[in-house]
């Protein structure tokens, strides 16, 4: 959303502030100037001041890089508004640049006429030189058709905090306070709330709190005094919900809907993992839930993690792993042996850039046709996608619903982009959650471990333990009765029609498709799933208010398909699949109904931005 | 099978299932089969509590041959699923069967991280040192040297011993056996059964199709008295035909060495005496190369330590003590803002 | 094709000769019975009496089941003709019993009408009770409808091998030389080879061989003598192409492939295996083949095998792989290591049933999507199928020459039906063989290890002992030019588009799909992959004798597709698309030309009879 | 860099790639890659025959930074390519680096597999007992009970000892260093070197942001002539500041103790001498529990056996003299007939 001034209102100082719709901010600095504290204190604070909101950190790849080099950068970004926001925002509308490196690797993304704040302080020849500068670029035109503030922000953080007596290292480290000071009188937040957690987080370093806080008092004053007063804003609230809201994260919400989903189902959860990146927080989160009936068994590779998993399942307990890339690959043969052996399991794939190690702090959509396809023999499996961090709370619940109820591995596939992206979230009402029932077969008579409901094709859940079920299982065929080893012809194929049947027979549960946007029929449907939710939504709701006749779907059963899709797809003259990929869905969408669909995709490590989707769709509509 | 079975004693038949048994005639898995199913009965575990877990090969067909519950899982990864079994419900007396092939090439990792896991399950391994199922190939416990259809000129490997392996992996509990010793068999299963915590056991086993009579310098009727030696806690490491050898240590070269009773006056005092928990002495007697030493069965190592199972199982208690479970609270944690 | 008898000549014994086109014959008995051996011997003499033909074995699952058990029953069918042989038969035309649990497993595929030749000596009360008999199926109406021969064959062999004065035990295994050679008599063939054969097998027992060779000629007297002789038939030489010929099995094919790629590019391969059914063979095949060039690795699992061939790759050598089922699966990380390092591999995939280890003594075609989409990230892999078991020589060879000349991974796809099936095979000249050019980067000058050829986009072969040519890859994403790690978004887009186009681009390199049979143009197209040739083949030769409109084409090269698939499918009105799975061929080709292909599948871990696909082609043209 | 290069004497900085080194200030992988760097002209390897294969993690970066040929492959395989690499080349020198989360959790089965056939690489283990890349789970080395992200109430795994665990894979070459140890590091590269063999080196490594100062106890220089038992072949295993302490067997209970030289009428004579060659003495002092014990550093075990790539090379050469290749016999091999 553009940084476009509006009528505007006066503040305390006398000064105009200017209303604004929203706006983008990123904060980008050395990974040991706290750009991550400051971006989160600051979303906190805007999500108090009730705007919508999305965020997006970006962590340098390596553990702790060098001070001053450009692939030590670290950044975070903020999109909020008066409106609903549904992505973390494509250009700044405001960079703060701690440092050159910092300059170097995001200067190029800050909007024409943005707002361009910059640690002078920081621009020595020796950080220069690091960042790759020959001159300085705040003296040459690099910096030309920017809003430029050049603020000494360590020498002003060293005289604010000054009183307290702290050494010079440790006050050095307030600059980011005094920035997240002087980036709450520019938007007009109140500091309180950052003040009580600067107080609570240094507890026991009771002068470094206090530096902190007078950094960040001190960084609101300089916005006082200094003559800036012309780029101060506001962002009225945003008409969102009643209700209780949080900030998520998508590792977080999946977290949380794991152990949600032990406390729903009555069904204790055994979670079997290897650390991996993007999808490791899963793993740390729910360490810290055992309370909630999620034991999480850290295994020594990604298959310990999923027969570990497999074997609780088997045992009766909902059995959860979570990986990514080359994890989920590793997983492959012992998913086919929860498939034979109709087991339940979730798979969370946390996708990464690939292929092989590929770019594991990037995000990407590119397992999706391995999630439908990559096992040997028939081996259907269920997969599911989440659309935004929240998102994967519900959808996390929906994976297990479907595992236990018909008895079979569901893959959720969520992306390194949600995990680490974040929005507030509206704290549902544990009651008003879908129920997960749950059914150990018990009863003896006539029992057979492969007895089917005849709705669901589903077989009984009978657990080690209990009496008169004495069974035995593998992954050899099994025949259709009694579940016994069996190389019977006509047996094979009942038995692989059966399992195809299953999953086929999802969409008896899975909701029909609908629309997020526009009409359910006309000129262009963008069809879409996963992360690439918000770009899309935006992009098409921005075309719509250009009059265009273009729809939203998001997709989030993508094997198998809600059973409206394919006549959905049919009521639009075109299609237009957005993927960050080289084209998946829509694969699937043209072998399954053979529609012409259209692929647009992108494969940077890097969501879609909203411009680029909303250009296509102009693209694609005057062609 | 209803409840009232369980209510008397149980007998090996009951451990029968009622599936054909199909190795190939003459097979050593059928006495060890045999033997398991005669020792159950005896552990008074309620029968449906008790979990048979395997992967693939010859001797991983055992669960569907044991009146149990019965996972015949993937190749190489039954510790992993017998462990998620346990953790899952820790009442139940999980056991896995494995092969050579099946534990220590495919399989080896899990196999060492269960070892110093020390996760409950008794794992036998079936070491009859060769491919069975995929039709004789050299497995990790081939001799070099040996010739196979996969070696025509033989295997360049060096093989790998079980036990010593397993205890260069802090295991906790090791034993051999011989598949045809029903007393030996016995013995170290109700031992296992006992032990809290991983118990490794490997046990020769002749595959008459294609490693025919490779144990028959000791395992064979006519060589065990001379050529085994039963490993016992707290007696001399005694072996022979006449009972009138034993082993002995070099202190300074910490060499091991077959003494005879009774010649250059040596006594019985002079033999060492067998201390299952020093895992030092297990490393020697599992390593004693044959036939110049014999070949050391029983009980080589066993010395407990917290299980896995327990620890988790004790974190959890502890966790759940300090909170209680509030989904709506958990949700809600955090930074919140009401709107 | 059918046992028809035709006007024939006159025998020696002046008894009058039906002749044939062609039989199946089926020998099914104990798997101590030796029937693999008669089966082979069989097939030997009749090769040398110039019929064309085709060879199919059914192994117990069981490496050695009890005697007389159903489970324990071996069988060898053989299909021959006095014309083109594509497949080893649908239901045989003769049927050898060796025991009641033959009978019982085999007895139903047995032609109505067709010859049943049975040991009576095996019928014991015993025996008829292990294979599940009540009563002797010989005294009761099981075997109307059949031209019953029943022989007490033990007994007759008994006394034919009697004077040699060997164990009776020793005797009674000589069984299936005095049933050969009965077959031997209605069949016409000459017993020489198979003499020589026994002599030089038993060349260190002669006693055996004496008693073998009498129970052989002891068969052929019994046919001379007993009042046979209307079931005696001949069936002409085969019209073939001149040369010299030899049977093969598919696994002994793609093994000589091997053998051949390491003498045609002079580039020792070096094959990395882990045991399995049904690729072991290949393994143990190579591994007398060290003469050649070729070092096999029996490695500890899939992974490690796979990883071993891809570090002989890196240092300069062909590393090739083969598995199965679970093995392929477990190879699925290692081999986006291989994709993003440009590395040449070949990996080939006896396919079996699954899912999991489901049927492994059983073929399926059910591996294709896995093949093609199967890995995390944009992973493209080339994927070739084998048609038949010669074809897996040819496939082979053309396997590693993409391989090289692309620098990239190849999977070869055949199946336990190619695996073990044989046919007679036309050995190559092998100064007629493809060339397999390989360049391996020397020269310093302007070196980088992803500095491409712009013709093929191929990576420099640059190999660890080159001098000055050192350098450094890994799977984490390299930079396009230095082949340094890069997170670059734009890097990462380049690369992963250059990796896709240089596969596709591979259509430059594949021959055009042509017809195997039939107009090019027209109602239906037959459009098949894989070990179904044979099968589609005949059914399409006769239903085009019927006057029906159908051609066939079979696909040899699967990803990418010939350049001119596309535009010949467009052709036909139809275009039915038979597979041994649930349908997989045909999703690739709706998704990537939008035709409506028609599935027509089997999953029975069994070959389509030539019946079962010419009924559907008749079902599909009247419908 | 052309030919000419290589007639020279290389020096370290001939070893060094042009890329910039990304680990943590003040990592122990620092020290680590600059005394490998200095010790490779040692080698008298021609430059291009130097090759480094890694698998994932921090350490595993170190191939990045080797001027040499170089292949940073994925997580736990690197002996199993590193193996491919060999026997392709066996004129190569091929070194692996790995992480105790890549060797010896996801790894430790190719790990085994390497040791035991012997095939002529060379492994350093960078031991920190965490995973670094990953950002500070706990590792297979990692204490039982430590508190790490993964682990807030404590890791319930024992952890696995990678020496002892070597020894008991039928290693033939097992050594340890400590990162910061120039001379000891320097020492062992060069019999590792040497040795015709898989060579296993375990080199503890501190990591400084996610368990800092692990070692401290006896890798700081403060402690580590207290702490630490330089094992050396043939010379009495004796430590301490004042050299006076020395270790001791009692071959009855086959313990290990320490005993102080001039206390109680210890002399030297008493101490047990090194003997590289005794596994059984390299499974002891692999094992023993610190701090009771030092901390044994150095070649722990040693012991030529044929090679992997030895033994293949040689079954080549023979099948090459007994067969001329014919590709057209080969083809035309079996029954065959002629039309
Ligand atoms: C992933 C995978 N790889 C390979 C196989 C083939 N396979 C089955 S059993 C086996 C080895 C069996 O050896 P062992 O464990 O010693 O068992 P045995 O048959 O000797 O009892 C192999 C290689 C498989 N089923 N799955
Ligand atoms: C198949 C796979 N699983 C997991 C990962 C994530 N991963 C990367 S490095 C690593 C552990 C690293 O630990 P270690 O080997 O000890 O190396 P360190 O970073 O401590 O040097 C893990 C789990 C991966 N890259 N690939
Ligand atoms: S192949 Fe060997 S191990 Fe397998 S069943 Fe037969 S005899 Fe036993
Ligand atoms: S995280 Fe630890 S091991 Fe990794 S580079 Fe940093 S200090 Fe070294
Ligand atoms: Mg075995
Ligand atoms: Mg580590």
Chains 1, 3 share one sequence.
Not at chain 1, 138 to 150: F, I, K, S
Not at chain 1, 544 to 553: F, K, M, N
């Amino acid at each position: 959303m553009a940084q476009q001034a509006q009528p505007g209102t006066v503040d305390s100082s006398g000064s105009k502030v200017k209303t604004l719709r929203g706006a983008v901010v990123r904060f980008a600095g050395d990974s040991g100037d706290g750009m991550q504290v400051t971006g989160t204190q600051f979303t906190a604070a805007t999500a108090l001041a009730g705007n919508d909101l999305a965020t997006f950190p970006d962590y340098p790849a390596e553990i702790r890089a060098p001070a001053g080099t450009t692939y030590g950068v670290s950044g975070f970004q903020i999109n909020f508004a008066a409106t609903d926001v549904f992505t973390p925002g494509d250009s700044p509308d405001v960079l703060v640049a701690m440092n050159p490196a910092a300059l170097k690797t995001n200067g190029k993304d800050l909007k024409r006429g943005g707002l361009l704040i910059v640690n002078t302080g920081a621009f020595t020849p020796q950080n220069l030189k690091k960042a790759g500068y020959e001159t300085n670029p705040l003296e040459t035109d690099a910096v030309d058709g920017y809003n430029l503030l050049a603020i000494d922000i360590t020498k002003n953080t060293l005289s604010a905090v000054k009183e307290t007596g702290i050494s010079s290292k440790e006050a050095n480290r307030c600059k980011n306070f005094w920035t997240l000071g002087l980036m709450f009188w520019i938007y007009g937040r109140e500091l309180e709330s950052t003040i009580k957690w600067i107080e609570s987080k240094f507890a026991k370093e009771p002068m470094v709190a206090q530096a902190n806080v007078l950094a960040l008092k001190g960084g609101w004053a300089y916005g006082e005094a200094a003559e800036i007063s012309h780029y101060r804003y506001e962002v009225p609230a945003a008409p969102v919900a009643k209700g209780t809201y949080r900030n998520i994260g998508g590792n977080q919400a999946t977290a949380l809907g794991i152990a949600a989903a032990a406390q729903l189902s009555g069904v204790p959860v055994v979670f079997g993992a290897y650390p991996i990146t993007p999808a490791s927080d899963i793993l740390h989160d729910l360490s810290r839930l055992k309370a909630y009936g999620v034991t999480t068994v850290q295994m020594e590779d990604e298959i310990a993690a999923v027969c570990v998993s497999i074997g609780a399942s088997y045992a009766g307990k909902l059995g959860i792993t979570a990986s990514s890339g080359p994890g989920i690959a590793l997983k492959t043969e012992a998913m086919g042996l929860a498939i034979a052996t109709e087991l339940p399991l979730v798979i969370i794939n946390v996708q990464r850039g690939g292929p092989s190690t590929g770019l594991p702090t990037k995000t990407e959509q590119a397992d999706l046709l391995q999630a439908v396809y990559g096992r040997n023999g028939e081996a259907p499996l269920a997969v599911f996608a989440a659309a935004s961090p929240g998102d994967c709370f519900y959808m996390t619940l929906e994976a297990v619903r479907f595992a236990v109820k018909y008895m079979t591995p569901v893959m959720l596939l969520t992306d390194g982009y949600l995990a680490n992206g974040a929005e507030p979230w509206r704290v549902p009402n544990v009651a008003d959650l879908p129920e997960i029932d749950v059914t150990f077969r018990t009863d003896p008579a006539g029992f057979h471990p492969f007895l089917r409901d005849p709705a669901t094709l589903s077989r009984p859940w009978a657990v080690p333990g209990t009496p008169g079920l004495l069974h035995r299982i593998g992954g050899i065929e099994r025949d259709y009765n009694s579940g016994n080893i069996s190389y019977d012809p006509d047996n094979h194929e009942k038995m692989s029609k059966t399992r195809a049947a299953k999953i086929a027979g999802m969409t008896r549960d899975i909701p029909d498709q609908k629309m997020e946007l526009g009409n359910d029929s006309g000129k262009l449907l963008v069809l879409g799933w996963g992360s690439t939710y918000g770009a899309i939504r935006e992009a098409v709701a921005r075309s719509r208010e250009r009059g265009l006749d273009v729809s939203h779907a998001h997709v989030r059963y993508l094997n198998p398909f809600p059973k409206n899709l394919g006549e959905l797809l049919t009521r639009f003259e075109r299609v237009l699949v957005p993927e960050m990929n080289l084209g998946q869905l829509v694969k699937l969408l043209r072998t399954e109904y053979l529609v012409p669909a259209e692929s647009f995709t992108k494969i940077k490590g890097l969501p879609f931005k909203i411009d680029e989707i909303e250009e296509k769709i102009r693209q694609v509509m005057e062609s | 099978m209803s409840n009232i079975v369980e209510t008397t004693k149980l007998t090996k038949k009951d451990f029968e299932s009622d599936q054909d048994v199909r190795w190939c005639p003459g097979c050593g898995d059928y006495s060890i089969l045999a033997n398991v199913q005669k020792v159950m009965p005896e552990l008074g575990v309620p029968h449906e509590n008790v979990v048979w877990v395997s992967g693939i090969g010859c001797s991983s067909r055992f669960p569907y041959y044991m009146n149990t519950y019965g996972f015949h899982t993937i190749h190489g990864r039954a510790p992993a699923i017998a462990m998620g079994v346990k953790i899952a419900n820790p009442e139940l007396s999980v056991w896995v069967v494995t092969g050579d092939g099946d534990g220590l090439s495919i399989g080896g990792n899990h196999l060492m991280h269960a070892l110093r896991r020390n996760i409950d399950i008794k794992i036998l391994m079936f070491n009859n040192r060769i491919y069975g199922l995929t039709k004789g190939q050299y497995s990790p416990t081939s001799e070099f040297g040996k010739q196979t259809k996969s070696a025509p000129t033989g295997a360049p490997d060096y093989p790998v011993d079980p036990a010593s392996f397993a205890i260069g992996c802090s295991a906790t509990f090791v034993a051999r056996a011989v598949d045809t010793d029903a007393k030996l068999l016995n013995d170290i299963l109700l031992r296992a059964a006992k032990h809290a915590g991983t118990a490794f056991m490997e046990i020769y086993q002749n595959c008459v199709v294609f490693n025919d009579g490779a144990f028959d310098g000791f395992a064979d009727k006519t060589q065990k008295d001379e050529h085994q030696l039963r490993a016992i806690h707290g007696q001399p490491l005694i072996f022979g035909a006449q009972k009138n050898k034993g082993l002995r240590i070099d202190s300074r070269t910490l060499g091991l060495e077959v003494a005879t009773i009774g010649e250059g006056g040596v006594t019985e005092k002079d033999i060492l005496v067998h201390d299952e928990t020093n895992s030092t002495l297990a490393y020697m007697l599992a390593r004693m190369p044959f036939p110049q030493f014999p070949v050391a069965v029983g009980v080589l190592y066993a010395k407990e330590r917290p299980s896995y199972d327990e620890t988790v199982l004790e974190q959890v208690a502890a966790a759940k003590a300090k909170t209680k479970p509030d989904l709506q609270k958990l949700l809600a944690s955090g930074n919140t803002w009401t709107v």
